[in-house]
């Protein structure tokens, strides 16, 4: 199966910077997923970038996809203290099935 | 947007037990549902995947006599961890899809499994 991974992350950074982490994964995709989750609770879709798109902007997230890397980032900028979470990257295969990677820790000090 | 939930939200049992969680789609019919295993500083592992009025396909190494799912319908799945042991304990999430169509999933809330 396909793995997302993410270089493994713990960012601590000061309300207001930006928060920038990688995702890398291994076969082919049709798209890639950035998730959130705060601690001990669910996942929430942030943005969903398909193969043949290289950016895409949401609010205070840019996601970049480079398929010939087979890697990804997530960009928050302007971050503020409710955006400290967990964050993973999920790709889809097979019966839209997802495969998570090992998730990046930011946590935003106020 | 849609809407899942997750009962109970935490349980507690004695080693040996069985323990039953239930995936709800609340405002959409989920025709595919899927359930997801997450350790503490850990990412999901799929465990598997159910379709409505089918029997589930479970991922390599995810024990189908252990794990029971059920899709009864299309707004219900359940996932029962028989005979349960503290390694089992663990946070279990769902979610759940309307047609083939929709590469989003929608997740519940997860539930905390701490067995003793």
């Known amino acids: 199966s396909q793995q997302g991974e993410e270089d493994p992350q713990a960012l601590s950074i000061q309300e207001g910077e930006n928060a920038t982490m990688n995702c890398s994964y291994k076969?082919?995709?049709?798209?890639l997923q950035w998730y959130r989750q705060n601690s001990g609770r669910g996942l929430v879709h942030l943005i969903l970038?398909?193969?043949?798109?290289r950016e895409k902007h949401s609010g205070r997230l840019r996601v970049t996809l480079d398929t010939s890397k087979k890697s990804s980032s997530l960009l928050i900028t302007a971050s503020r203290a409710a955006d400290t979470a967990s964050y993973f990257c999920?790709?889809?295969?097979?019966?839209?099935?997802?495969?998570f990677g090992k998730g990046n820790q930011v946590v935003v000090i106020p | 947007g849609a809407v899942v939930s997750q009962h109970p939200s935490r349980v507690i049992c004695k080693s040996g037990t069985s323990v039953k969680i239930e995936c709800r789609s609340l405002d959409f019919q989920a025709t595919t549902m899927f359930w997801y295993r997450q350790f503490p500083k850990q990412s999901l592992m799929l465990m598997a995947t159910?379709?409505?009025?089918?029997?589930?396909?479970?991922e390599q190494g995810v024990e189908k006599d252990k794990f029971l799912i059920n899709h009864a319908s299309l707004t219900l799945s359940t996932l029962t961890v028989t005979s349960a042991h503290p390694e089992d304990s663990s946070f279990y999430i769902c979610?759940?899809?309307?047609?083939?169509?929709?590469?989003?999933?929608?997740f519940g809330p997860g539930t905390r499994l701490t067995v003793l």
């Open positions: 999920a790709t889809s295969y097979g019966n839209n099935r997802l495969a």
């Open positions: 076969t082919s995709i049709n798209n």
């Open positions: 159910s379709n409505e009025g089918s029997k589930a396909t479970y």
């Open positions: 979610s759940a899809r309307g047609n083939q169509r929709d590469t989003l999933g929608y």
């Open positions: 970038i398909r193969s043949n798109e």
